[in-house]
C-alpha cells in the first residue's frame, strides 16, 4: 500500500484504491453470489449479467464458492468476493467503496484447441463510489500456447456484471504430441486518473492438449486433472441396448471390484485381458447369440491378466454361466479378480460402443484414469 501510495503522489495522482478478498463468505453474500451465479446459468436469460459464456448450473453450488477452482473435464468455475476502496492519495481519507463478485469461467469444446476464458465482475453493494472505475486485464501464454485477443479496458458499470473475455489457444497439434498449456491473466481496477489495482493474477487450469487419442484423428484439449466419470444406466426402459452389460458392472462393483480404473491403449493387453477373464472352447460354454461380458474392462491396466492378480472369476446366478471355478457370488467378495457374465450379443457390443465413445469424447488417454459408476 505504502509503495503505491508513493507512485500515485510521484504521478500527481489523487486518487488510490485498494482490493481485499473476502473470505469466508458470510450468509448474505454467499446467497448474493449465488444468485449471481444462477443468473449467468445456462438457459437464465438474465440480460444484465454481461457473460459470453453460460456458466453450467453445477457453479451455482454454494459448496463451490470458496476461491478454488471446480471443474470438470471441459468445465472450470471459481467463485469469490471482494471489497474495492479508493481513498484519497495526499490525505488518506476514504472516498469510496464498492464489494463486488468475481466468478470465472473456462469452456473446453469437444473438439480443437482453444478454451475460453471469462471472468466477470459485479459490484453489489457500492458506498460513496460515484466516480467510474475501469476494469482491465493484460494477458499473456506461459506454456505452449496462444493468447487472443489481448482483452482491453473496460468501465465497471455499477450494479451490473462487467466481462472480460478471452481465448487460450493450445499449439499441441502434431500427430502424436501431447502437453499442457497455461496462460495468466492479471486483472487490475482503476480509479479515475489513479493507480491500478491488482484484482488478482489468473493462472489457468492446465489445460491439456494431445493428438494421440487412440482411433480418432485430430487434436483436442481437456482439463487433465479431472478424472471423468463413465456412468451405465441399468434401467431396461431408458437404456435397453445394454441394461444388461451395465447391470454387470453394477454387481461387479457391488461386489468389490475396483471402480477407478487404468485405461493402457495396447491392443496385445487387452486380448490377454479377454483370453483370461473370457476364454474360448469346452467347458466355457455360451448360450446361442450370447457373448461373455468382463469386469474389469479388457482395455484397462485392472483387466482380468494386466492386474496381476491371483485367479479369482466371479458371476451372478443371471449370467446362464456355469464354468469350474467362477463361483456364483451375491455379497462383497473384495477387489481383486474380475467378473464374467454371459450376456447377448448385441448388449455386449453396444456396451462396447459405449466405452469407446466415452473414451473419445472425454480423451482419455493411455495412462488416463478414470471412475466407472452405475446404477438406475
Known amino acids: 500500500m505504502a509503495e503505491a501510495v508513493s507512485q500515485a503522489k510521484a504521478a500527481g495522482s489523487g486518487q488510490l484504491a485498494c482490493i481485499r478478498v473476502r473470505a469466508p463468505l458470510d450468509a448474505e ?19 444484465s449479467v454481461k457473460a459470453e459464456l453460460p456458466l453450467p448450473s453445477w457453479c451455482a453450488n454454494t459448496d463451490h464458492m470458496d476461491g478454488a477452482w471446480w471443474f470438470t473435464r471441459r ?40 478454451t475460453g476464458y471469462q471472468i466477470t465482475i459485479t459490484p453489489f453493494r457500492v458506498k460513496d463510489l460515484g466516480l467510474p472505475t475501469t476494469l482491465a486485464a493484460y494477458g499473456t501464454c506461459t506454456q505452449l500456447c496462444n493468447l487472443s485477443p489481448n482483452p482491453v479496458p473496460k468501465a465497471l458499470v455499477l450494479h451490473q456484471g462487467t466481462t472480460v473475455d478471452y481465448r487460450v489457444t493450445a499449439t499441441t497439434s502434431a500427430p502424436g504430441a501431447r502437453g499442457v498449456a497455461w496462460a495468466e491473466v492479471d486483472v487490475r481496477m482503476y480509479p479515475p486518473g489513479g493507480v491500478g489495482v491488482r484484482s488478482s493474477i489468473e493462472k489457468s487450469l492446465g489445460i491439456r492438449c494431445d493428438n494421440q487419442l487412440i482411433g480418432i484423428t485430430g487434436a483436442g484439449c481437456v482439463f487433465g486433472g479431472y ?49 483370461r477373464a473370457c476364454p474360448g472352447g469346452d467347458p466355457y460354454i455360451r448360450p446361442p447369440g450370447y457373448e461373455c461380458d468382463e469386469y474389469p474392462f479388457r482395455s484397462t491396466e485392472e483387466g482380468a491378466a494386466t492386474s496381476g492378480t491371483p485367479f479369482a472369476p466371479r458371476t451372478w446366478n443371471w449370467c446362464q454361466l456355469n464354468w469350474p471355478n467362477t463361483p456364483i457370488v451375491n455379497s462383497y467378495v473384495g477387489p481383486e479378480g474380475w467378473a ?8 455386449n457390443d ?20 478414470f471412475n466407472v459408476a452405475a446404477g438406475p
Open 350 to 369: 453396444e456396451g462396447g460402443a459405449a466405452l469407446k465413445t466415452f473414451y473419445g469424447n472425454e480423451r482419455v488417454l493411455a495412462g488416463d484414469k
Open 227 to 275: 478424472e471423468p466419470l463413465f456412468y451405465l444406466d441399468t434401467d431396461q426402459a431408458d437404456n435397453p441396448t445394454y441394461w444388461l452389460n451395465a447391470l454387470n458392472v453394477n454387481w461387479a462393483l457391488y461386489t468389490g471390484l475396483p471402480s477407478k480404473l487404468t485405461r493402457h491403449g495396447d491392443t496385445a493387453k487387452s486380448k490377454q485381458n479377454g483370453d
Open 340 to 347: 464374467r457374465c454371459n450376456i447377448p450379443e448385441g448388449q
Open 29 to 47: 453474500a454467499k446467497a448474493g453470489l449465488q444468485r449471481q451465479v444462477s443468473s449467468m446459468a445456462q438457459g437464465s436469460g438474465d440480460a
Open 75 to 114: 468445465d472450470a468455475c471459481r467463485m469469490t468476493t471482494a471489497t474495492y476502496t479508493v481513498v484519497d492519495a495526499q490525505t488518506g481519507a476514504l472516498l469510496g467503496s464498492m464489494e463486488y463478485y468475481q466468478v470465472e469461467y473456462a469452456n473446453i469444446p469437444t473438439s480443437g484447441l482453444d
